[in-house]
C-alpha cells in the first residue's frame, strides 16, 4: 500500500490514544531487597542519630562519625534515594550537584547540621521505613527516560520492516534499500555527508543551534527524518520540547521523498485528542499549528505511536 496523505496519519492519532503504562516507559525495578544497600541505609541512619547527639558536645567523636558518613554517602550506590539526602533539596542543594563539588565535606556537613535542627526529631518520631526508598527511587524513574522514545522508534521500525541495518557510511547508507542512522546519538558526521549527498538542507538545525534529529530513515528511495519526544505534561522544558516537534514540521524540501517526521508519544499527546472547546486554550493552538503546517507541507508528518505504525506498515510495499 503507498503512503497515505499525511493527515490520515494525524487521524489514525487522533483516533488511538497513548496508553497509561508504556512498556519502554516503565521502570519497576525493586531496590528494597538490596540487602547490600539497605545495610548502608541502616547504618546511614544510625550514624546520623548518634552525630546530632554528639555534635555538640563532642567534637571528637562527632569527627569520626562524620567521617562514616561521608564514606557512605560517596561510596554507597543509590544512597541518594534515602530521607537524608532527599531533604538536601530543601537547602537548594541537589546530590548530582553535590557529587561534583570540591568543598564535599564543607557542604555536608552543613547539611548535617541543618538536617539535625530541622528534621532528625520529627523522622525519628514519626518512624523510619524503607519503603520511603523505594518512593523516593520510583520518584526518580522519569530521570531515566532519556533515550526511551529513540529505542522504540528503532523497535518498532525492526518489527514491522524487518532486518533494517544501522549504517555507518554514507556508501552504505546509499547502497542499502533499508537503512537507518542516529544523527544525535553519534552518527553526527553522517548526517552532514547525508545532507550533501542528497541535496537536503534541514533549515530545522540551522533555526534552533544545529540540533540534530534522532533519526534518518531509508525506504527505499523514501527518507525520512525524524525528531522522536516523550512528553507527559506541559510546562517548562516540555513546552519547549513541544515547539521543537511542531517547528519541526514546519519546514520542507524540494524533494516530495524527503519527510520531516515529528513523532510524540506519553500522554500529554492525548490532549490534542480530548481538547477543550476553549479555542484560545494552547493545546487548541499547538492543535492548529501542527494542522496548518501538515497542510502546507504534505511530505511532512505529525503522529503518535499508532501514527507511526501505520506509516511503517504501509512502507512494507517499498522493502
Known amino acids: 500500500m503507498a ?3 499525511n493527515i490520515e496519519y494525524w487521524r489514525i492519532s487522533l483516533q488511538n490514544p497513548e496508553p497509561v503504562g508504556d512498556e519502554y516507559y516503565v521502570f519497576d525495578e525493586i531496590i528494597v531487597f538490596d540487602e547490600k544497600l539497605i545495610e548502608k541505609i541502616e547504618k546511614l541512619r544510625e550514624l546520623i542519630i548518634s552525630y546530632c547527639v554528639v555534635a555538640e558536645k563532642n567534637s571528637e567523636t562527632a569527627s569520626e562519625i562524620f567521617d562514616e558518613i561521608y564514606d557512605i554517602i560517596i561510596s554507597t550506590d543509590k544512597i541518594q534515594y534515602t530521607e ?15 557529587k561534583k563539588l570540591q568543598n564535599k565535606k564543607a557542604i555536608l556537613e552543613e547539611l548535617l547540621k541543618e538536617y539535625c535542627k530541622r528534621r532528625r526529631k520529627l523522622y525519628y518520631a514519626l518512624g523510619y521505613s524503607n519503603a520511603i526508598v523505594q518512593a523516593l527511587y520510583d520518584s526518580g524513574t522519569s530521570r531515566k527516560k532519556g533515550s526511551s522514545g529513540i529505542t522504540k522508534v528503532r523497535d518498532l521500525i525492526k518489527e514491522i520492516l524487518g532486518d533494517v541495518e544501522h549504517v555507518k557510511t554514507i556508501d552504505e547508507f546509499q547502497n542499502q534499500k533499508l537503512a537507518y542512522f542516529l544523527p544525535d546519538s553519534g552518527d553526527k558526521e553522517l548526517f552532514e555527508e547525508f545532507l550533501k549527498k542528497y541535496e537536503v538542507h534541514y533549515q530545522f538545525g540551522k533555526s534552533n543551534q544545529n540540533k540534530n534529529p534522532d533519526i534518518v530513515l531509508k525506504v527505499d528511495n523514501h527518507l525520512f527524518i525524524i525528531e522522536a519526544k516523550h512528553i507527559k505534561e506541559s510546562g517548562g522544558a516540555q513546552d519547549k520540547q513541544i515547539v521543537e516537534l511542531i517547528n519541526f514540521i514546519k519546514y520542507s524540501e524540494n524533494s516530495e521523498n524527503v519527510h520531516y517526521v515529528s513523532f510524540m508519544d506519553g500522554i500529554y499527546f492525548n490532549n490534542f485528542i ?43 510495499d517499498y522493502k
Not at 85 to 90: E, G, S
Not at 277 to 298: D, P, R, T
Request: glycine share 2%; net charge positive; hydrophobic share 40%.
Open 3 to 5: 503512503l497515505k496523505e
Open 84 to 98: 537524608f539526602v532527599a531533604f538536601w533539596k530543601t537547602m537548594d542543594v541537589s546530590y548530582s550537584a553535590f
Open 274 to 316: 480530548w481538547i477543550s472547546s476553549n479555542k484560545n486554550n494552547k493545546v487548541s493552538e499547538q492543535k492548529a499549528s501542527i494542522e496548518e503546517y501538515l497542510k502546507k507541507n504534505k511530505n511532512n508528518f505529525f503522529v503518535n505511536t499508532a501514527g507511526i505504525t501505520a506509516i511503517l506498515e504501509d512502507l512494507k
